[in-house]
């Protein structure tokens, strides 16, 4: 009896620290703006997508850029937005002035309304979101496997 217990603390604890697990949790309703002044809701999902943290001081997060634009030139159909954390519209624009980068849109979330709903820790992490703005899969440092997964993950969407 004691054993059930505990697992069931166990389970309880894991859920209150990693978030829903994959399948029950849904994009929030939100309003952002993009690095380009346009207003962007949780619609932008509507097809599907990636829901990807960034931050441009972030180590990870520029070394996985590479890998990100190889993702798109393979996958052009998958909307990938970043989603700036701890970092301002006007810090991020420096970074993205060439226009070469992979996301199909740089958002900021100023009150940090999906990096809570989402239960993030740390940059990157990226959510593989499907049209009815539920999460698929989740990642966090994207490494070759990861995107092989991912690839392999986008017919649900």
Request: with cysteine.
């Amino acid at each position: 009896m004691f054993r059930y217990i505990l697992l069931i603390v166990f389970s309880l604890v894991a859920y209150l620290m990693i978030g829903p697990p994959v399948g029950s949790a849904d994009i929030p309703k939100f309003e952002a703006m993009s690095i380009d002044g346009e207003l962007v809701t949780e619609e932008i999902f509507t097809d599907g997508g990636l829901l990807h943290f960034f931050r441009s001081t972030c180590g990870y997060c520029v070394h996985e850029m590479y890998n990100w634009s190889q993702y798109k030139v393979d996958h052009p159909e998958v909307k990938l937005i970043a989603v700036l954390h701890k970092q301002s519209l006007q810090q991020a624009k420096s970074f993205f002035t060439n226009g070469i980068w992979p996301f199909d849109m740089v958002i900021n979330d100023p009150n940090d309304l999906l990096w809570k709903h989402m239960k993030a820790e740390y940059t990157p992490q990226t959510w593989l979101i499907s049209s009815d703005l539920k999460v698929i899969e989740s990642y966090g440092v994207m490494s070759q496997e990861d995107f092989q997964s991912l690839s392999l993950q986008l017919g649900p969407i």
